[in-house]
């Protein structure tokens, strides 16, 4: 009974993470030709030549994919933007959810590269950047200004999930499903753009964003497993979820959002997700020594 009680739990703090969230907009850049991107769905360029922003393949996992190719003469900065519909959500929809994955680009090149979420007017209220030439992967608000990976690899991906909650000014974020970074940003603001920009050098890349306006931010509801030092990376995950844990894995479950098993593994660290739907899923894993944990993980 309790382990059906605890599925029950997790399960359904995964349906009230869902409940009222509404999607704004969403692009994975597959429609778009590969070359110069100049606008088109929602987008629009401003500043810089032609060039600096492209559709290009960096890999056969994100298949097409944004790329700036800005150059260090890009003294007054590029922009590639796009609105977030905000005003369109439902009444009572005030946190401001986005998921991306975030390429970090050549780190021999000496410039900025973000993603900036602001007002109308442009007003900044958070920000994920890469300081190409120090390697940092940092995040900014007005009252959060710190790294949210410090050693941050060339030519690398990273999942990254930023949440903003109008009415009281919090700011969350997340990279690649790991520890929360938390802090308070400026309230009463309406995240209505969404800016891909660079400064000076920056070949920084984005593939797979999402925008969604929630009631109740994922990221700040309680932890759904139990305390461990069991990691499931990367989250959210495409293809492979690994299981890093210092325990004998005995045997996992993977549970729909409905709460049907969607999967079973035996003693597997590296859990097949390929063929499974979008959406969230509850990872069950039973240890050897009779412990379990509940992962929330989301499948792209």
């Given at each position: 009974m309790?382990?059906?009680?605890l599925f029950l739990v997790v399960l359904g703090l995964l349906a009230a993470s869902n409940l009222f969230s509404q999607s704004l907009w969403e692009d994975n850049f597959e429609s778009y030709p590969l070359g110069n991107f100049l606008d088109g769905n929602g987008w629009v360029?401003?500043?810089?030549?032609?060039d600096w922003a492209q559709i290009?393949?960096?890999?056969?996992i994100h298949g097409k994919s944004l790329q700036l190719f800005a150059p260090d003469t890009n003294l007054l900065g590029m922009f590639v933007t796009?609105?977030?519909n905000w005003a369109n959500r439902t009444q009572g929809n005030n946190v401001f959810e986005t998921n991306f994955d975030f390429y970090t680009g050549n780190a021999q090149s000496e410039g900025l590269g973000q993603v900036?979420?602001?007002?109308?007017n442009f007003y900044e209220i958070v920000s994920i950047g890469m300081l190409s030439g120090g390697n940092s992967l940092f995040i900014y608000a007005d009252g959060l200004d710190t790294s949210l990976v410090e050693n941050a690899l060339p030519d690398t991906w990273y999942n990254i999930t930023i949440t903003y909650d109008k009415l009281s000014g919090e700011v969350i974020a997340q990279v690649d499903g790991g520890p929360k970074i938390s802090g308070s940003g400026a309230a009463d603001l309406d995240p209505?753009?969404?800016d891909f920009t660079a400064l000076l050098a920056s070949?920084?890349?984005i593939d797979n964003i999402k925008v969604s306006a929630t009631k109740s931010s994922i990221l700040n509801l309680p932890k759904v497993h139990q305390s461990g030092s069991t990691i499931a990376y990367p989250n959210p995950v495409h293809d492979v979820l690994n299981i890093r844990t210092d325990k004998n894995v005995a045997h996992i479950t993977i549970y729909d959002i409905a709460g049907r098993v969607a999967g079973e593994f035996s003693t597997q660290t590296e859990l097949d997700f390929s063929s499974f739907t979008s959406g969230i899923f509850a990872v069950n894993i039973l240890f050897e020594d009779g412990t379990q944990e509940v992962h929330?993980?989301?499948k792209k």
């Open positions: 309790k382990k059906n009680y360029r401003e500043d810089g030549q032609d290009v393949e960096l890999d056969s796009h609105n977030n900036v979420i602001a007002n109308s209505e753009i969404f070949n920084v890349g929330k993980v989301i």
